[in-house]
């Protein structure tokens, strides 16, 4: 049974940065495509990034192109997101996933394993 644990969430002023790790343990995690999401308040949980089991690749909501960038460290079993230019309107609580699917895409539906969350609140 694989179990993913975020932390790094705080309140934060707008422009500023945090970084979110999320360690895994249970699985193989280089095996997995990894993923951040995140649910705002009152929102539905929205796709935010993802990277590929070895790293090469990554992809990332139109939202937070150009601030965030999702990385991993295999050895650790951890991934990453940095969290650059913070605005108020990404406040909310960050979950990271693991997929078992060769190529998921930003559906919930496509990762199997979740996190409990950790929330970053961003003060104007």
């Known amino acids: 049974q694989v179990q993913l644990v975020e932390s790094g969430g705080r309140l934060v002023q707008a422009g500023g940065s945090l970084r979110l790790s999320c360690a895994a343990s249970?699985?193989?995690?280089?095996?997995?495509?990894m993923g951040w999401f995140r649910q705002p308040p009152g929102k539905e949980r929205e796709f935010v990034a993802r990277?590929?089991?070895?790293?090469?690749?990554?992809y990332y909501a139109d939202s937070v192109k150009g601030r965030f960038t999702i990385s991993r460290d295999n050895a650790k079993n951890t991934v990453y997101l940095q969290m650059n230019s913070l605005k108020p309107e990404d406040t909310a609580v960050y979950s990271c996933?693991?997929?078992?699917?060769?190529?998921?895409?930003?559906?919930?539906?496509?990762?199997?394993?979740w996190g409990q969350g950790t929330q970053v609140t961003v003060s104007s």
């Open positions: 996933a693991g997929s078992r699917r060769a190529s998921p895409g930003s559906g919930e539906w496509e990762y199997d394993y």
């Open positions: 990277i590929w089991p070895r790293g090469g690749s990554t």
């Open positions: 249970g699985g193989t995690f280089s095996n997995y495509v």
